[in-house]
Nanobody, 122 residues
Framework: QLQLVESGGGLVQPGGSLRLSCTAS????????IGWFRQAPGKEREGVSC???????NYTDSVKGRFTISRDDAKNTVYLQMNSLKPDDTAVYYC????????????????WGQGTQVTISS
C-alpha cells in the first residue's frame, strides 16, 4: 500500500523552528516529486514547497527565505525545515507525491498523507 506519513508538527512560539518529515512506505521516493501543502481553518489548501526527483525546488512567496525543502532518498523521506515561523504559518501540513516533476496544481498529486498540525502562537 502506497502511503506517506507526515510528522514533526507541534506548537511553537513566533520566531521558532520546526522540521517536518514526510516518510514513504510501500514505495520508493526515488522517482517522485514531493509537495508540501497546508490548510488553515477556513482557508483553501495552498502549496508551500515542492522538490522534484532531481532536487529542483520551489516555494510559495510567503515562505521563501524561511523554509527549506530537502530529501534523503536513502531514508525515503522528504523534510521541510521551517524557520522564523509566524502565526500565519499555522495550518495542517500535508505531503503528497507525483512522478518526477513538481506541479503548481494540487490535483496533480496523489497518495496524500494524513497531515500534521503546526501551530504558531505565544
Amino acid at each position: 500500500q502506497l502511503q506517506l506519513v507526515e510528522s514533526g508538527g507541534g506548537l511553537v512560539q513566533p520566531g521558532g523552528s520546526l522540521r517536518l518529515s514526510c516518510t514513504a512506505s510501500g514505495f520508493s521516493l526515488h522517482y517522485s516529486a514531493i509537495g508540501w501543502f497546508r490548510q488553515a481553518p477556513g482557508k483553501e489548501r495552498e502549496g508551500v514547497s515542492c522538490i522534484s526527483r532531481t532536487r529542483s525546488t520551489n516555494y510559495t512567496d510567503s515562505v521563501k527565505g524561511r523554509f527549506t525543502i530537502s530529501r534523503d532518498d536513502a531514508k525515503n523521506t522528504v523534510y521541510l525545515q521551517m524557520n522564523s515561523l509566524k502565526p500565519d504559518d499555522t495550518a495542517v501540513y500535508y505531503c503528497a507525491r507525483r512522478n518526477y516533476i513538481c506541479s503548481g496544481y494540487d490535483g496533480d498529486f496523489e497518495s496524500w498523507g494524513q497531515g500534521t498540525q503546526v501551530t504558531i502562537s505565544s
